[in-house]
RNA sequence: GCGCCCGUAGCUCAAUCGGAUAGAGCAACAGCCUUCUAAGCUGUAGGUUACUGGUUCGAUUCCAGUCGGGCGUACCA
């Protein structure tokens, strides 16, 4: 629809030879002011130096449009011009909605490019907890979202098994060991403290008894703890339906040398020099940098930035049209340092894309506890999940702003009342599967319904027509949504779609056998209502159910 | 101190690259079930968009400053 009145408005415009940059339609506020309008008098009207009201008179006077599609264009307020479309343009497209089904609002927009989305990426020393949830759940719903929008999109992991944390790990693994021996061994003091780790110990005495008592071999420990704690992470991502397709392994970056021919090209580029036996990053203090970033410590291991900067390069190099990163923003200033490694070893960072959420606060019982990855008092994801349900889990990590500091009201989340935000919508979705079922018993032929048959003029309430706009919009609420990284617009968009439909059906009954035909016309409404339902939940990530 | 993010109804949050009378849900109040699920619907009330200035025909949106909160500011990741 977009397309066709850009097209109108521009042939007129073409015959006034105005032009006008970046033409805009949106819908206004108010139903009063019709379906879509612009302001491109307004814009107009500064180059012109005349009223934008008496521009809009001479573009409308010049517009030619098809009045089975527009009803009425008229100009409003400081000079807008509204645009009415007509009821059948809508009733229409229900035979869009019912014929495209669960492709209903998927687009081409990126047909034939491809994505690649890192997310989750914690490291296996332990369990996912409640710090990674928001990340997790939102790069769930982006990657749907670009998928819809016709990314071809690899989900990717970036999978950290070399480092201090994992020797830490080794080195708590291995005193948990000994305490089963000796209950007095001493416990590292920056060591991983969580229950997890004295259940990795007990499996292992449990096959090797006191046989590594005498010991060194940090590295079995540490392998030992990665591959229990990894197993923990995939089977809460199980639980969470969250699946990767690639695992890229940190240590590769090293195997292939990738790592060393970097700090070579750094060193050739001479940005970077040995200080105190570390080696330096120039940090370019005009891009907002305070100072220089080490890249190698002293002891000749890298700091994280290397690797990243490593890693990067060789996700540009496999040739990916996006790159998306998600992050929390206890990151936000790390990755910066990060891309500017990869621009200065000449790569064009414009294809990646950080996306950076805020902290979430979790409301539980009466104490607001917050949860950063760092934080002291650990709560496993599981534990909320199981709580919760995943489907409660997505929906209240997505479903605000990620720039947003998110209030995370576990009890609500739990809750299986009406002040569940989420019951509202998958309420109405088990409403339209109950009227289903009724028409299933009492309209049997209602399954083969074409809808040529139906006669449009048995639509006409204006909570038909309402539902039937909000239910059109759904495919640019879904380019929108996936262009900022926004899955929660979907949900606020779904709400929309629940408060029309639930009008709809408080005031028009669907299943009356004395009208068999109004009936016929008002499920159509009721499968394509469910189809926009079905179609966003799968890309938030929660289920559609057919009984509540 | 410096950098990034945020501040909107009592609470949690929306608001389409600057647009028309700032919107939802919850909480409050008043109604609606002999009819397909009342986890619903209808109505009322609730606001100086933190504050002060600036740019503009028009500012919640952009700019500057102030106040308040979060996260960073490591030879941790």
């Given at each position: 629809m977009k397309e066709y009145l850009e097209k109108i408005l521009t042939e007129a415009l073409q015959k006034l030879n105005y032009a006008v940059k970046n033409i805009q339609f949106d819908k206004p506020k108010e139903e009063k002011f019709g379906d879509l309008s612009t302001n491109a008098a307004m814009l107009l009207a500064k180059e012109l130096k005349t009223s934008p009201r008496k521009i809009a008179e001479e573009i409308i006077n010049k517009l030619e449009y098809d009045n089975k599609l527009i009803s009425k264009v008229d100009i409003a307020g400081a000079g807008f011009i509204n645009f009415f479309i007509s009821d059948n343009f809508y009733k229409d497209n229900l035979t869009t909605i019912l014929g495209e089904k669960?492709?209903?609002?998927?687009?081409?927009?990126?047909?034939n490019k491809t994505a690649d989305l890192e997310w989750v990426s914690a490291n296996p020393t332990g369990p996912l907890h409640l710090g990674h949830g928001r990340g997790l759940c939102l790069g769930k719903a982006v990657a749907n979202l670009l998928e819809w929008t016709g990314y071809k999109v690899t989900r990717e992991y970036y999978y950290n098994d070399a480092g201090n944390q994992m020797n830490n790990l080794g080195k708590s693994v291995q005193a948990r060991y000994m305490q089963l021996i000796d209950p007095d061994f001493p416990f590292p003091e920056d060591g991983y403290v969580g229950d997890y780790v004295k259940d990795i110990a007990k499996i292992i005495y449990d096959e090797?008894?006191?046989?590594?008592?005498?010991?060194?071999?940090?590295d079995f420990f540490k392998k030992a703890g990665e591959n229990y704690n990894f197993k923990l992470i995939r089977k809460t991502l199980d639980t969470l339906g969250i699946h990767h397709d690639t695992y890229f392994n940190e240590s590769s970056l090293y195997e292939n040398k990738i790592i060393d021919n970097i700090l070579d090209e750094f060193k050739k580029r001479s940005l970077s020099y040995e200080n105190d036996g570390a080696i330096w990053l120039k940090m370019d203090p005009d891009e907002g940098f305070q100072k220089d970033k080490v890249i190698v410590k002293s002891s000749g291991e890298p700091t994280y930035r290397l690797p990243d900067i490593a890693y990067h390069v060789d996700k540009l190099n496999r040739g990916y049209d996006l790159i998306v990163d998600i992050f929390g923003s206890d990151h936000g200033d790390t990755y910066k340092e990060v891309l500017y490694g990869v621009q200065m070893l000449g790569y064009d960072s414009d294809k990646i894309k950080v996306i950076i959420h805020q902290m979430v606060t979790f409301k539980m019982g009466d104490e607001s506890v917050k949860m950063s990855k760092r934080s002291d008092n650990v709560v496993y994801l599981d534990d909320l999940v199981n709580d919760i349900s995943p489907d409660a889990t997505q929906f209240f990590f997505v479903m605000r702003g990620r720039n947003t500091h998110l209030d995370f009201d576990v009890a609500l989340a739990k809750e299986q009342s009406e002040k569940n935000p989420m019951y509202y919508l998958q309420y109405a979705h088990a409403r339209i599967c109950g009227i289903l079922r009724n028409a299933d018993d009492n309209i049997p032929d209602h399954k083969n319904l074409d809808l040529k048959k139906i006669d449009p003029e048995l639509i006409k309430s204006e909570d038909e027509i309402k539902l039937l706009k909000t239910l059109s919009r759904f495919p640019e609420e879904v380019e929108s949504s996936a262009e900022g990284f926004e899955p929660h617009k979907i949900i606020t968009y779904l709400n929309e779609v629940a408060e029309n439909f639930h009008r709809f059906y408080h005031n028009n009954r669907v299943v009356d056998l004395e009208n068999k035909e109004l009936s016929k016309a008002r499920l159509l409404i009721c499968l394509a209502t469910k189809q926009v339902f079905k179609n966003g939940f799968d890309i938030i990530g929660i289920s559609a159910p057919e009984r509540m």
């Open positions: 669960d492709d209903f609002g998927k687009s081409d927009l990126n047909k090797r008894k006191d046989s590594l008592k005498d010991s060194d071999d940090i």
